[in-house]
């Protein structure tokens, strides 16, 4: 499977609307649709205060987005806690329905303290997590209400969506247990911007390890990583951008202490110091030369799908159109 590239947008935005991000945005998409860019996704987030990064509400954006582009478009990831399974179902399938079938899914679980606020405590375990994607299926498949362990639904959604068994799954995660999920639940795995290269490695191994376990064919197998992106002409200008824009990304998650090294979470680091600790490992920076050459070792590892977020933390959009160009022009060809 040869490697393709989507775009992942952040929408929220201190004393920015949403309808402002739109036409923000608006020319980004229509590069990105130029140039035969594989999907557009967006995160989903719970802030308690106004801050870039994930909108609460990705569906709705993403309805009002769909007839802006060709492109597929999914969530990155939905945050299973916050929602009930019934009406994530019905949710999904209208904009299934209102996509003419270009819906992906994706879903993880998020901080801890997310299920407690919505009234959720056991959504955090894994059995509950599963349920959720079962009765998706379910629900998806036409069936008339799901029966578990932990969740009970009476009756159907009463319509289908596009896609024949629903939308696909793409399952996101740290540990084997995520793994697993994915080859029992979804039909693709998903790694987080938090996540090293090294660790996306590791889960795409364990994914497809687990499909094989369960009879799957791992060779048609989906692994995804979201990956801050930032293409320009000169590499100077690229890590001078960067250090600013996806260091801020960095530092939220560092100040959360999600997937970073002791040294660096809660440390107070700067965002250019995080920039250049984590370049490498979790960053598509620079020409695109440089690029090719960081996404080849992606492919080389297994990695089928980058989703480039080329907007982090309010970097003006014209910058992000500049990396879809370069990326449409000369990084995506070389993986067709």
């Not at 995160?43 to 802006?68: K, R």
């Amino acid at each position: 499977m040869s490697l393709t590239f989507g775009l992942v947008l952040d929408f929220a935005a201190p004393n920015v609307t949403l309808e402002e991000q739109l036409k923000r945005y608006r020319p980004i998409i229509e590069a990105a649709d130029r140039h035969g860019f594989h999907s557009v996704t967006m995160g989903e987030g719970y802030s308690t205060a106004p801050q870039w990064g994930h909108t609460p509400a990705p569906f709705l954006v993403l309805a009002a987005l769909a007839p802006m582009t060709r492109m597929k478009i999914g969530s990155g990831v939905t945050l299973l806690p916050a929602w009930n399974p019934l009406k994530l179902a019905y949710d999904t399938t209208v904009l299934d329905q209102l996509s003419g079938g270009r819906l992906i899914v994706g879903v993880g679980l998020g901080a801890p303290d997310l299920g407690p606020r919505y009234g959720h405590p056991q959504a955090r375990k894994s059995g509950y997590t599963d349920e959720m994607l079962a009765a998706l299926k379910a629900l998806w498949s036409g069936a008339d209400g799901y029966e578990g362990r932990y969740i009970t639904i009476d009756g159907g959604i009463g319509l289908p969506p596009i896609q024949p068994g629903g939308p696909p799954i793409w399952v996101g995660g740290s540990v084997q247990r995520s793994a697993d999920r994915a080859a029992e639940y979804g039909d693709g795995y998903i790694g987080s911007t938090s996540q090293s290269f090294d660790a996306v490695v590791q889960q795409g191994e364990r994914y497809r390890a687990a499909l094989q376990a369960r009879g799957k064919d791992s060779r048609t197998a989906i692994v995804a990583s979201n990956r801050l992106t930032l293409v320009a002409e000169t590499e100077a200008e690229a890590r001078a951008l960067a250090e600013p824009y996806c260091g801020e990304v960095l530092s939220f998650y560092a100040n959360r202490g999600a997937q970073m090294p002791e040294e660096y979470v809660r440390k107070g680091k700067s965002p250019a110091e995080l920039f250049n600790a984590f370049d490498e490992t979790r960053c598509l920076v620079g020409t695109p030369d440089n690029v090719i050459e960081r996404a080849r070792r992606y492919e080389q590892a297994g990695v089928t799908h980058i989703m480039a977020r080329i907007t982090p933390h309010g970097i003006p959009p014209e910058h992000a159109v500049r990396t879809v160009e370069l990326l449409g022009k000369h990084v995506l060809p070389e993986f067709r």
